[in-house]
């Protein structure tokens, strides 16, 4: 009876605005959190994200002058976590991209995947904005084949993850921007065969977009998403004018399509 009648009169103050998620968080909180923000609440976290996105090369990809253009190619970003009562979550993520560009003669051939574990929570910074935070591991997988040439890379490498996630609600849904660091290092096979040790691999991630957010009366959350990502890697890439592994940068653009449950 005290939640429904403190939610009535969140509502009734709100009215000619917008009741957000953020507004019932802080209902719940003003009857079952303590004075450090906790919530009385445990939720499991699923997220599907079907992208479409394109590969690119500092230097382009292909040999000789003749390119090997990437088209826009669906890769998957699977999520799966767990947030406690007072906020702190634990979550896997899974992203692969495995794709080719020309003819088999001559085709360049790009296999990568990313397996993440790390940590988050939010942070409340108004009414309608909210900060979340991630800190973890990468493991990171790649391969690029450039077979007119006869040159590749390959890295595997685990090391450290930093996330931010920016969002604002609005009375139609809620705008995000989002960012993340990954820096690893592992051994490393160059085009030549030749393995070399210590390399250092640096991953960039940029996206930008919209959710739409619902729950139903069991208190199930759906949320989809729409948006846009840019992906810059460097320490990644063959270079066909040098005939070896320049490390010239790779990257990826493209658009971005999900959907996320939370209970």
């Given at each position: 009876?005290?939640?429904?009648?403190?939610?009535?009169l969140?509502?009734?103050?709100?009215?000619?605005?917008?009741?957000?998620?953020e507004?019932?968080?802080?209902?719940?909180?003003?009857?079952?959190?303590?004075?450090?923000?906790?919530?009385?609440?445990r939720?499991?976290?699923?997220?599907?994200?079907?992208?479409?996105?394109?590969f690119?090369q500092t230097?382009?990809?292909?040999f000789?002058?003749?390119?090997?253009?990437f088209?826009?190619?669906a890769?998957?970003r699977?999520?799966?976590?767990?947030?406690?009562a007072?906020?702190?979550?634990?979550?896997?993520?899974?992203?692969?991209?495995?794709?080719?560009?020309?003819?088999?003669?001559?085709?360049?051939?790009?296999?990568?995947?990313?397996?993440?574990?790390e940590?988050?929570?939010?942070?409340?910074i108004?009414?309608?904005t909210?900060?979340?935070?991630?800190?973890?591991?990468?493991?990171?997988?790649?391969?690029?084949?450039?077979?007119a040439?006869g040159?590749?890379?390959?890295f595997?490498?685990?090391?450290?993850?930093l996330?931010?996630k920016?969002?604002?609600?609005?009375?139609?849904?809620?705008?995000?921007?989002?960012?993340?660091?990954?820096?690893?290092?592992?051994?490393?096979?160059?085009?030549?065969?030749?393995?070399?040790?210590?390399d250092?691999?640096?991953?960039?991630?940029?996206g930008?977009?919209?959710?739409?957010?619902?729950?139903?009366?069991?208190?199930?959350?759906?949320?989809?998403?729409?948006?846009y990502?840019?992906?810059?890697?460097?320490g990644?890439?063959?270079?066909?004018?040098?005939?070896g592994?320049?490390?010239?940068?790779i990257?990826?653009?493209?658009?971005?399509?999900?959907?996320?449950?939370?209970?």
């Amino acid at each position: 009876m005290n939640r429904l009648l403190f939610l009535c009169l969140v509502g009734l103050s709100s009215l000619g605005t917008y009741v957000t998620a953020e507004d019932i968080e802080f209902a719940n909180y003003a009857i079952d959190g303590d004075d450090k923000g906790h919530y009385d609440q445990r939720t499991i976290v699923a997220d599907v994200e079907l992208n479409f996105m394109r590969f690119n090369q500092t230097d382009g990809t292909g040999f000789l002058g003749v390119p090997n253009r990437f088209n826009w190619e669906a890769t998957p970003r699977f999520t799966l976590g767990f947030a406690g009562a007072e906020g702190l979550g634990l979550r896997l993520r899974y992203w692969v991209y495995s794709h080719s560009a020309g003819p088999p003669p001559t085709e360049t051939v790009v296999d990568t995947y990313n397996i993440d574990l790390e940590l988050f929570d939010y942070v409340q910074i108004g009414r309608a904005t909210s900060l979340e935070w991630s800190a973890g591991l990468r493991y990171n997988d790649f391969s690029v084949i450039e077979r007119a040439a006869g040159l590749n890379d390959e890295f595997g490498g685990l090391g450290a993850l930093l996330g931010l996630k920016l969002t604002r609600a609005t009375s139609f849904g809620k705008f995000y921007g989002r960012a993340s660091w990954a820096i690893m290092t592992d051994s490393d096979s160059n085009s030549l065969n030749v393995a070399t040790t210590n390399d250092i691999g640096m991953q960039t991630e940029i996206g930008l977009g919209y959710e739409l957010s619902r729950r139903s009366r069991k208190g199930v959350q759906l949320t989809s998403r729409v948006g846009y990502e840019v992906q810059y890697w460097s320490g990644y890439g063959v270079n066909s004018a040098a005939l070896g592994n320049g490390n010239v940068g790779i990257g990826w653009d493209g658009v971005i399509l999900g959907i996320g449950f939370n209970r």
